[in-house]
């Protein structure tokens, strides 16, 4: 490999997923993912715990990646991390390894936000994979986050709507607690809900205005719902989980596209991007590319790989920063809470 070839290390600790990718310009060399199984015994993540995970994992990981990247540290052009928004403790973990590798190294240090890094995985070169041209709409879904953003260049974002209480995220995890089902509910409810009829049971969708979202009504809606139904039929949930499960993803799914609609309308931008790990829920996949068809949109939906935390989108947003010599001090501080 030639000179012209910048290396990027990226490393993403957000949460209670330790990742490390390394990039060739903007091409996949690796991208390893540690996850953390001991928050499904307490319904959560444990910020304590993922930030002492962390520190266990994070040296093995960036090992892994570089290895398979079949590249040495010494070749590396600069190291990107999530400076935040996330766990304090976990983001801590990947600040104070990132610096301390860069400063050792004597290369640039690249601080990533990690809401920017979902929209911006969709420029990983993939092949077959068209990328969004500017300007284009980003729908980002997660636990922690649901916004629609406008999306200019690539550093030149604004967010146009967001959540006003519980991310969509969460709204599924809720719901999937109040039915009995594991952490993370996400996943079973989508697995369930395509058993399922997806008009078997009604839940008003709430009113909120402009282009933001609510979903904790709706969590309160599905709780009396179980509840009331309970009372009569004691079994009411097992004996129709599936319905349940479709109709509460079929109600979340309507109030993300109510608003893309309404986003597209007023902004005349009808490229739509989505990214997040919710953007893995097949439902929502469905439903984009319905739209696609029905009202002429461009839509672009990541691979499942870049949809969940991983250090490729915190390698590609170093690259892109890299490329305008956009560097961090080395006296940069990780935060909980990053704006876009």
Not at 42 to 62: K, M, T, W
Request: net charge neutral; glycine share 8%; hydrophobic share 40%.
């Amino acid at each position: 490999m030639g000179r012209e070839n910048i290396f990027i290390l990226g490393i993403e600790s957000s949460c209670d997923d330790t990742s490390a990718a390394v990039l060739c310009n903007d091409t996949i060399l690796s991208n390893i993912v540690a996850n953390q199984k001991i928050h499904s015994d307490y319904g959560g993540v444990v910020p304590e715990l993922a930030s002492r995970a962390h520190q266990q994992n994070i040296v093995p990981v960036v090992d892994q990646a570089l290895k398979k990247a079949r590249i040495t540290k010494e070749q590396l052009s600069a190291i990107a991390f999530t400076r935040g928004p996330g766990l304090m403790g976990s983001l801590l973990v990947g600040t104070s390894f990132a610096k301390s590798l860069a400063y050792g190294l004597n290369i640039p240090l690249i601080d990533v936000n990690h809401m920017q890094a979902h929209i911006l995985a969709h420029f990983i070169d993939e092949d077959n994979y068209k990328k969004p041209s500017f300007p284009f709409l980003a729908l980002t879904i997660s636990g922690g986050h649901t916004q629609i953003v406008k999306v200019k260049d690539f550093f030149d974002m604004e967010v146009i709507g967001e959540t006003i209480d519980d991310a969509v995220g969460e709204a599924f995890d809720k719901s999937g607690k109040i039915l009995g089902l594991g952490y993370p509910a996400g996943p079973q409810i989508d697995k369930l809900a395509q058993l399922g009829n997806p008009k078997a049971y009604r839940f008003t969708k709430p009113k909120v205005k402009d282009l933001n979202f609510s979903f904790s009504g709706l969590k309160t809606a599905i709780l009396y719902f179980v509840q009331d139904e309970t009372k009569a039929n004691p079994n009411f949930v097992k004996e129709n989980l599936n319905d349940i499960c479709a109709s509460i993803q079929y109600t979340i799914i309507g109030i993300l596209m109510d608003k893309l609609k309404i986003a597209v309308k007023q902004t005349g931008i009808n490229h739509i991007a989505i990214g997040g790990g919710v953007s893995a829920n097949s439902g929502i996949r469905k439903a984009l590319k319905n739209a696609e068809h029905k009202f002429g949109w461009s839509t672009f939906i990541p691979k499942f790989e870049y949809t969940t935390d991983n250090a490729a989108m915190i390698a590609i947003v170093g690259y892109l920063k890299y490329l305008n010599q956009d560097f961090s001090d080395f006296d940069v501080m990780a935060t909980a809470r990053l704006k876009i």
